[in-house]
């Protein structure tokens, strides 16, 4: 019942024709299509809605028959903080904005022939041969998807007058006015004059008549959240503000409810033990031990658990880098040791869970100038000693 809805929004979506019946030619692949609900939550873990929609089932396809190239670029972390440090240090608004179906405005690459999903009903031909849904818009699941979207939305920004960065392909400027791209979300910063406030609107309303935006968009939302960023803005005092925080709320939940410490547990300290050195001695070795350890860690997402802490620490908790980078070093044959230092990493993360990265505009910041500031921290490697695997030093 709840396919029928979806594959209708999705075959008549903006009055585009994403989808058409056509009769199955012999000979071509055609591929299955499934119905996938997802809960979304907002980045500080709040409830959002759940999300429904027709995807591909791209396990069936193979290259170079089905698709060609799909990578596409996404904006880097450090492209994301600069801009809301820009928006900060120059007094300058930062808005988001998030394109609704994103994938559906690209054009296949090659022919896709789909069969009908089960809760629509099939159709034939006159003579009674099987008919399918030949995309003539990209969806969900095509490998070719993402590449599509993103040459459909960097062609729009160069035909509205934007530059792309040489530096990072995901930013695009056009004067004052960045636009920061991650997939279909668009962070946006510009300054708080009149006529690049129109400038921006105008912007947002050219968007607006080639894609669609979520409903009751207006380009107009301050960014409080970004791809799981939560930002906190100090108010505005005097056309300026003070400070803003990144936190990763979302992620941090997402991780402590994984290893069952949502309700509590003991926090401690430090990321690490002291002096502590993820070893390969460590790992699991050949015989009887080691097959215990092995199956101790059988049920164990570790990589799981760590890829979650090694965004976070990306995103605004740089406090983890070291000891995502030695959890990490072992992560492809990890340990019961190892386990006990990861679980420690998290209790840190949920003993402080509230710290974020915080950005402040002094006082007599210059408008015109951005100092830019470096810190490290590392392992030199005569520290290691014969004791450990090799004599690498481990920054952070």
């Given at each position: 019942?709840?396919?029928?809805?979806?594959?209708?929004?999705?075959?008549?979506?903006?009055?585009?024709?994403?989808?058409?019946?056509?009769?199955?030619?012999?000979?071509?692949?055609?591929?299955?299509?499934?119905?996938?609900?997802?809960?979304?939550?907002?980045?500080?873990?709040?409830?959002d809605?759940?999300?429904?929609?027709?995807?591909i089932?791209?396990?069936?396809?193979?290259?170079?028959?089905?698709?060609?190239?799909?990578?596409?670029?996404?904006?880097?972390?450090?492209?994301?903080?600069?801009?809301?440090?820009?928006?900060?240090?120059?007094?300058?608004?930062?808005?988001?904005?998030?394109?609704?179906?994103?994938?559906?405005?690209?054009?296949?690459?090659?022919?896709?022939?789909?069969?009908?999903?089960?809760?629509?009903?099939?159709?034939?031909?006159?003579?009674?041969?099987?008919?399918?849904?030949?995309?003539?818009?990209?969806?969900?699941?095509?490998?070719?998807?993402?590449?599509c979207?993103?040459?459909?939305?960097?062609?729009?920004?160069?035909?509205?007058?934007f530059?792309?960065?040489?530096?990072?392909?995901?930013?695009?400027?056009?004067?004052?006015?960045?636009?920061?791209?991650?997939?279909?979300?668009?962070?946006?910063?510009?300054?708080?004059?009149?006529?690049?406030?129109?400038?921006?609107?105008?912007?947002?309303?050219?968007?607006r008549?080639?894609?669609?935006?979520?409903?009751?968009?207006?380009?107009?939302?301050?960014?409080?959240?970004?791809?799981?960023?939560?930002?906190?803005?100090?108010?505005?005092?005097?056309?300026?503000?003070?400070?803003?925080?990144?936190?990763?709320?979302?992620?941090?939940?997402?991780?402590?409810?994984?290893?069952?410490?949502?309700?509590?547990?003991?926090?401690?300290?430090?990321?690490?033990?002291?002096?502590?050195?993820c070893?390969?001695?460590?790992?699991?070795?050949?015989?009887?031990?080691?097959?215990?350890?092995?199956?101790?860690?059988?049920?164990?997402?570790?990589?799981?658990?760590?890829?979650?802490?090694?965004?976070?620490?990306?995103?605004?908790?740089?406090?983890?880098?070291?000891?995502?980078?030695?959890?990490?070093?072992?992560?492809h044959?990890?340990?019961?040791?190892?386990?006990?230092?990861?679980?420690?990493?998290?209790?840190?993360?949920?003993?402080?869970?509230?710290?974020?990265?915080?950005?402040?505009?002094r006082?007599?910041?210059?408008?015109?100038?951005?100092?830019?500031?470096?810190?490290?921290?590392?392992?030199?490697?005569?520290?290691?000693?014969?004791?450990?695997?090799?004599?690498?030093?481990?920054?952070?």
């Amino acid at each position: 019942l709840c396919f029928n809805a979806i594959a209708t929004e999705h075959g008549t979506l903006d009055r585009r024709c994403v989808w058409s019946s056509r009769l199955q030619p012999e000979g071509a692949p055609v591929h299955r299509m499934l119905l996938n609900l997802r809960l979304k939550f907002h980045a500080d873990g709040s409830y959002d809605k759940c999300k429904a929609r027709a995807v591909i089932m791209g396990n069936g396809m193979c290259y170079p028959r089905d698709h060609g190239l799909t990578h596409a670029p996404t904006a880097r972390e450090t492209t994301v903080r600069t801009e809301f440090c820009r928006a900060l240090h120059k007094a300058y608004h930062c808005k988001c904005f998030d394109i609704s179906q994103a994938f559906t405005y690209g054009r296949p690459d090659r022919h896709v022939h789909l069969e009908f999903p089960a809760g629509m009903k099939q159709e034939y031909g006159k003579d009674g041969e099987k008919k399918c849904k030949y995309l003539n818009f990209n969806l969900y699941g095509s490998p070719s998807g993402p590449r599509c979207w993103n040459v459909a939305l960097h062609n729009k920004f160069l035909e509205m007058g934007f530059d792309q960065s040489t530096t990072d392909p995901s930013l695009y400027k056009r004067g004052e006015l960045h636009v920061c791209v991650f997939v279909d979300d668009c962070l946006c910063t510009f300054p708080t004059s009149d006529k690049c406030v129109a400038d921006y609107k105008e912007f947002v309303e050219c968007i607006r008549k080639s894609f669609a935006l979520r409903d009751d968009d207006d380009g107009m939302t301050d960014a409080n959240e970004f791809c799981g960023m939560c930002i906190e803005w100090a108010p505005w005092i005097n056309n300026s503000r003070a400070y803003f925080k990144i936190t990763a709320p979302k992620a941090v939940n997402s991780v402590l409810r994984a290893m069952n410490f949502d309700g509590g547990c003991r926090t401690a300290d430090t990321p690490l033990p002291s002096k502590t050195q993820c070893k390969l001695t460590d790992c699991p070795q050949k015989g009887p031990e080691g097959d215990t350890n092995r199956d101790f860690m059988a049920d164990k997402n570790y990589l799981g658990h760590l890829g979650t802490l090694s965004w976070v620490q990306r995103v605004c908790r740089p406090d983890l880098a070291h000891a995502c980078g030695c959890l990490a070093r072992v992560g492809h044959n990890p340990g019961k040791v190892h386990w006990r230092l990861l679980q420690q990493c998290v209790r840190y993360l949920h003993g402080t869970r509230d710290m974020g990265l915080v950005y402040e505009r002094r006082s007599n910041a210059s408008t015109t100038a951005m100092t830019l500031e470096g810190m490290t921290d590392s392992d030199f490697a005569p520290n290691y000693g014969n004791e450990y695997d090799n004599y690498r030093s481990t920054s952070g």
